[in-house]
């Protein structure tokens, strides 16, 4: 059973930064593509940004040039990182594999933006 457990969230202001944390229970992380995702209350969930195996990443036109998603197999984690931060970012960030979600949700971390 994969586990995922996702930290870093916060309050932070408009043009704030955050840093995610998604760490992968188990040895199968590091061949897996993955991504980050978020959700809204009364939304559907969206993709934010994938990486695969071997550091090839994607992201969504609305977090480009903000948001960076990076891994690091030897610690079976992946991380977000979250500049320049606005309101509509507000969310619950969760992390599973890219494209297909494979695995159970974890917890998420909540984000939120506001001054």
């Known amino acids: 059973q994969v586990q995922l457990v996702e930290s870093g969230g916060g309050l932070v202001q408009p043009g704030g930064a955050l840093r995610l944390s998604c760490v992968v229970s188990?040895?199968?992380?590091?061949?897996?593509?993955m991504g980050w995702y978020r959700q809204v209350p009364g939304k559907q969930r969206e993709l934010v940004a994938t990486?695969?195996?071997?550091?090839?990443?994607y992201h969504v036109e609305s977090v480009k040039g903000r948001f960076t998603i990076a891994r690091d197999n030897a610690k079976n984690t992946m991380y977000l990182q979250m500049n320049s931060l606005k309101p509509e970012d507000t969310a619950v960030y969760y992390c599973?594999?890219?494209?297909?979600?494979?695995?159970?949700w974890g917890q998420g971390t909540q984000v939120t933006v506001s001054s």
């Open positions: 990486i695969t195996s071997i550091g090839n990443t």
């Open positions: 188990g040895n199968i992380f590091r061949t897996n593509a």
């Open positions: 599973n594999t890219a494209w297909s979600p494979a695995w159970s």
